[in-house]
């Protein structure tokens, strides 16, 4: 349980820093380390977890690994100057 519940702050503090209007690059280290880059339509519909063309058109999908078991990742949307738009989390 313990350990269960300090994963998940981790993965909470991490996403916090994820905020829109945050240049991504600016907080890119803490986020846990590079998983992909999608800027592709078609790819940011396959792997992100954000399925409406309309929002990922013209955006870059970022996804990082965020943790230890339970392994999940983070996916920050980002607009083409690197701020973000909005992110999330998965498991893996």
């Known amino acids: 349980m313990f350990l269960e519940r300090n ?3 981790k993965l909470l503090d991490k996403l916090s820093l994820a905020r829109p209007g945050i240049k991504l690059a600016d907080i ?3 986020l846990g380390s590079p ?3 999608k800027s592709k339509l078609e790819e ?3 792997y992100g977890p954000i399925k409406d063309e309309q929002f990922c058109k013209g955006k870059i999908l970022n996804s990082f690994y965020a943790g230890t078991p339970p392994c999940r990742a983070i996916d920050v949307y980002t607009d083409v100057n690197n701020i973000i ?3 999330t989390w998965h498991g893996l």
């Open 44 to 46: 940011m519909i396959d």
């Open 85 to 87: 738009i909005y992110s």
């Open 7 to 9: 994963a998940s702050n």
């Open 28 to 30: 890119r280290e803490q």
């Open 35 to 37: 998983m992909y880059e």
